[in-house]
């Protein structure tokens, strides 16, 4: 079924669920006093502006449409508009998030019983584990790599809470041994680990991070709200490690297939819930069984989000060989693929080998900053081409790291900016070749 007819269906079961409860007039109030189909033809004339997202030439920043099933399911529930914050509110979608989370538990190895929900965003996901980091260790500082996402010093911020940000390795892993001295020296209650960085896609060394957990107490909250999903292809031994952790973030809303806001956090610990407990004179009255405002620092969620998330992963189970897992694998050889065309170029050179889906790489030039100029210029003019455009994005590398890998280069700056392209969706596997020749035809 493509989406029109996903769409449909899903609108046929809202509206004979609707029937059920007998005609009533809308009110006159609810009609607009506009032209409705002139007003539809301005907002899409608005939306011509956005880039094409869902289009493989779009290989730029983290981004995509959601699958037509999550978009069919999250319209039928978004008409309904349950509230995930209660039973009361959400009858139907908040057992829908009790399933999903227990199935993202299991993806993990998060022994059971665990805790966790979904978030609008995995921004809010950081700062829930965050907050219960820091209800567990008041007083105590957080450690991330300088290459974490900014998240994490941002949510430190809004907490009160100290945040140390150590060095990254030139391959984008956080430096463990920055990291053990940090905590050896006292004062950390928290390290922060990312199995896949929104820059590179480097995948932190989790297991040997967990000798860190064992000697000195700490806990370790894992940030996979980009590259969680991956722990699906049993790739990286730092994947299974996760389960040994503390808490984990992940964002449906990206790999997941799902529309924003969808993001999750998990507690290997279910006694952290006690730091949610709270009551309301007028919310949980029509069951005795937890509500998800009771473990949640939002209040009203969507309903609509957990709807969409579990009818998605009925179609697209979390599984390695089927499912999500067969879309992850198409997108790692997309990578690869880009990755050797990009090495046997003349034009370009290879940054790093991919660790997920991210490919960074520059065009060859003797200093940096001419391979920044260059950078910018390819960025600018494939955007620009209106018959064959290109989207890229870019990355600003610190000179240091990039000398590191690439000492041949002339260092006349101090960052050198270069070429990303994130292949997220399973169709770039189909389009390497097409890509690489536009990118060629950008750099003559």
């Known amino acids: 079924m493509d989406r029109r007819e996903l769409i449909d269906q899903a609108l046929l079961g809202v509206e004979a669920w609707e029937r059920k409860w007998g005609p009533y007039t809308p009110s006159p109030a609810s009609r607009p006093d506009v032209d409705l189909p002139a007003l539809l033809e301005d907002y899409a004339a608005r939306m011509d502006a956005s880039f094409p997202f869902f289009h493989p030439r779009y290989a730029g920043q983290m981004l995509k ?159 996979g709200a980009y590259g969680g999903f991956y722990t699906l292809l049993d790739e990286y031994e730092a994947y299974r490690a996760i389960g040994s952790c503390d808490s984990v973030v992940v964002d449906p809303h990206k790999h997941g297939l799902q529309p924003y806001g ?53 179609a697209f189970p979390l599984e390695r060989d089927r499912g999500l897992g067969k879309m992850l694998a198409a997108c790692r050889r997309a990578a690869n693929d880009f990755a050797a065309r990009i090495k046997e170029s003349d034009r370009f050179a290879l940054h790093l080998e991919p660790t997920l889906d991210i490919v960074t790489y520059w065009p060859r030039r003797a200093r940096m900053s001419e391979i920044t100029e260059s950078a910018n210029t390819i960025l600018q003019n494939g955007m620009a081409d209106t018959e064959n455009p290109l989207y890229l994005s870019t990355l600003r590398v610190d000179a240091d790291a990039f000398a590191a890998l690439h000492p041949e280069i002339e260092r006349d700056s101090e960052t050198v900016t270069i070429l990303r392209s994130v292949l997220m969706k399973p169709e770039h596997e189909a389009w390497i070749p097409q890509l690489k020749q536009a990118l060629d035809r950008l750099a003559e």
Not at 67 to 75: C, D, I, K, T
Not at 180 to 207: N, S, Y
């Open 65 to 223: 449409p959601p699958h037509p099933v999550a978009v069919a399911a999250y319209l039928a529930a978004m008409v309904v508009n349950p509230n995930n914050h209660a039973l009361d509110a959400s009858q139907a979608t908040s057992p829908m998030e009790v399933e999903v989370i227990a199935d993202l538990a299991r993806m993990f190895g998060f022994a059971q019983p665990s805790l966790g929900h979904l978030t609008s965003s995995g921004t809010i996901a950081n700062l829930e584990a965050l907050w219960v980091a820091r209800e567990l260790a008041p007083g105590k500082a957080v450690v991330h790599s300088q290459d974490a996402h900014y998240t994490h010093g941002r949510m430190c911020q809004v907490l009160g809470v100290e945040s140390r940000a150590v060095r990254a390795l030139p391959d984008g892993r956080v430096d463990l041994s920055a990291v053990e001295a940090e905590v050896r020296g006292g004062g950390v209650g928290t390290v922060v680990l990312t199995p896949g960085t929104t820059g590179l896609g480097a995948v932190d060394d989790i297991q040997q991070a967990l000798a860190l957990k064992e000697r000195y107490g700490v806990r370790l909250h894992v940030d």
């Open 262 to 314: 969808c993001g999750a956090v998990l507690f290997a610990d279910p006694a952290v819930g006690r730091f949610y407990k709270h009551d309301s004179p007028y919310t949980y009255f029509t069951s005795d069984e937890l509500h998800l405002g009771e473990i949640s620092l939002e209040c009203s969620r969507a309903g609509a989000a957990a709807g969409a998330l579990w009818l998605t992963l009925q």
